[in-house]
Nanobody
Framework: QVQLVESGGGLVQAGGSLRLSCVAS?????????LGWFRQAPGKDREFAAA????????YYTDSVKGRFTISRDNAKNTVYLQMNDMTPEDTAVYYC?????????????????WGQGTQVTVSS
């Protein structure tokens, strides 16, 4: 079992930055789960944003965030981060942290067993 709690969302102007954090807890060791960030804009399906492998040695991004977003993890703090730079109104969404024990670096929401409650990110133009 893994519980995930996101924080760091808010309102930012276009071109600005935010850093999301997701703290994990539970019986499953943090180092044994791979993690991802997904987002869901109003009226749209949930979409993949970024993923990081168990060790953090590999990261994956959807094309629209490459070069602007960075996913990282601190296994000592049971935390995964999403640094978002040069943000645009198209980044406005609820951002969800997700964890999986079985897949590493996956972009498919269905392959993640555990989800946080989400944090709202709004980018104004």
């Amino acid at each position: 079992q893994v519980q995930l709690v996101e924080s760091g969302g808010g309102l930012v102007q276009a071109g600005g930055s935010l850093r999301l954090s997701c703290v994990a807890s539970g019986r499953t060791p943090f180092s044994s789960v791979a993690l991802g960030w997904f987002r869901q804009a109003p009226g749209k399906d949930r979409e993949f944003a970024a993923a990081i492998t168990w060790t953090g040695s590999n990261t994956y991004y959807t094309d629209s965030v490459k070069g602007r977003f960075t996913i990282s993890r601190d296994n000592a703090k049971n935390t995964v981060y999403l640094q978002m730079n040069d943000m645009t109104p198209e980044d406005t969404a609820v951002y969800y942290c997700a964890a999986t024990q079985f897949y590493s670096g996956s972009a498919y929401a269905g392959q993640y067993e555990y989800w946080g409650q989400g944090t709202q990110v709004t980018v104004s133009s």
